[in-house]
């Protein structure tokens, strides 16, 4: 069975940092293309990070520069750093992998930026 577990949310100051981990069990994330997620209340689920491959990232405009991904290949583990993060940051965020015809997708873990 696979398993996409995240954590590392939770409540920071604007411009100030989290980093977000996403545990794969069940399979290898290599297998597959493997992204970051997130979804604000009110909003649809918008891609922040895709992780394709082994070398490409692209980012959305909107974290550009602020947001940063890597991977580890012996945790099966990805990460999404977050810094100089604003309010308008604040959303679930997710981790997803599309491998085989197959999606999965985590729990979520909640980021709040606030004053």
């Known amino acids: 069975q696979v398993q996409l577990v995240e954590s590392g949310g939770g409540l920071v100051q604007p411009g100030g940092s989290l980093r977000l981990s996403c545990a794969v069990s069940?399979?290898?994330?290599?297998?597959?293309?493997m992204g970051w997620y997130r979804q604000a209340p009110g909003k649809e689920r918008e891609l922040v990070a895709p992780?394709?491959?082994?070398?490409?990232?692209n980012y959305a405009d909107s974290v550009k520069g602020r947001f940063s991904a890597s991977r580890d290949y012996y945790r099966n583990t990805v990460y999404l750093q977050m810094n100089n993060l604003k309010p308008e940051d604040t959303a679930v965020y997710y981790c997803?992998?599309?491998?085989?015809?197959?999606?999965?997708w985590g729990q979520g873990t909640q980021v709040t930026v606030s004053s």
């Open positions: 997803n992998l599309q491998a085989d015809g197959w999606t999965y």
């Open positions: 069940g399979r290898r994330f290599s297998d597959g293309t």
């Open positions: 992780v394709t491959g082994l070398r490409s990232t």
